[in-house]
């Protein structure tokens, strides 16, 4: 599967961004979708995911409460909500994707096979 993410640009804190990544290539439904992060010179962090049926999401505490994931599998597109921004949310972002049978907590990168290239978020304060 192909992901491409796209809806990042530079806002004031306070404000809000919708990201999106858009799936090609296979079915979106066949996989359990996430968010990562990263600020330059900081490890690629775990922001949010939500899995095939969109039964569940999941947000880190950094981000929880602000950020909302959703997922349209009829679209093949996956959406992150992001409402009051802070500057230290500025980072690149990146869609990933893994199958339902992957092994390992889906906060840890390397359980993604397919990755997004990243859309950049900046937060001016």
């Known amino acids: 599967v192909q992901l491409q993410a796209s809806g990042g640009g530079s806002v004031q804190a306070g404000n809000s961004l919708r990201l999106s990544c858009v799936a090609s290539?296979?079915?979106?439904?066949?996989?359990?979708m996430g968010w990562f992060r990263q600020a330059p010179g900081k490890e690629r962090e775990f922001v949010a995911g939500?899995?095939?049926?969109?039964?569940?999401?999941y947000y880190s505490d950094s981000v929880k409460g602000r950020y909302t994931i959703s997922r349209d599998n009829i679209k093949n597109i996956v959406t992150p909500q992001m409402n009051g921004l802070k500057p230290e949310d500025t980072a690149n972002y990146y869609c990933?994707?893994?199958?339902?049978?992957?092994?390992?907590?889906?906060?840890?990168?390397?359980?993604?096979?397919?990755w997004g290239r990243g859309t950049q978020v900046t937060v001016s304060s």
């Open positions: 990933a994707a893994r199958a339902a049978s992957t092994e390992g907590p889906y906060e840890r990168a390397p359980t993604y096979y397919y």
């Open positions: 290539g296979d079915t979106l439904s066949d996989y359990f």
């Open positions: 939500i899995s095939r049926a969109a039964l569940r999401s």
